[in-house]
């Protein structure tokens, strides 16, 4: 895996691109994505991805899905995580307990962005079934 990153003229606004061509805006002062917020992103949607063909693989009828993530940080220098909470909100014919099994899957066994984090911050999640 290879990403490139590079300035966009000014030195607070990057894109980062990787092998495939896709790319992704990240910079500071509120220009765009922070790395941190990114760091985020990342957690959600690794662990979103599984989920839902974890939902497929168990027939849920699974329509929608969004994700809220919320990150404390340490107040010290380097400012990583501390805890991560993912909430998911599910929206369809699901099981309660097949939607559990899902996010616990995959943030316990599949998910290897929330499996590199909780080496330094406590993650956790919930989730909610909306039914449509």
Not at 8 to 37: C, I, Y
Not at 62 to 75: F, N, S, W, Y
């Amino acid at each position: 895996m290879k990403i490139t990153l590079k300035s966009d003229g000014a030195l607070d606004l990057f894109t980062g691109e990787n092998d495939s061509g896709h790319k992704v805006q990240l910079g500071t002062n509120g220009k765009a994505t922070g790395p941190m917020q990114a760091v985020l992103m990342a957690a959600a949607g690794c662990s979103t991805i599984d989920i839902v063909m974890i939902l497929e693989k168990m027939k849920q009828d699974l329509k929608h899905i969004e994700v809220e993530v919320e990150g404390k940080r340490r107040e010290e220098i380097p400012r990583t995580y501390t805890d991560i909470h993912l909430h998911y909100k599910l929206y369809g014919n699901i099981k309660d307990k097949k939607a559990e099994q899902a996010v616990n899957s995959s943030l316990e066994k599949y998910c290897s962005v929330s499996l590199m984090l909780e080496k330094v911050a406590k993650i956790t999640s919930s989730f909610e079934i909306i039914e449509s």
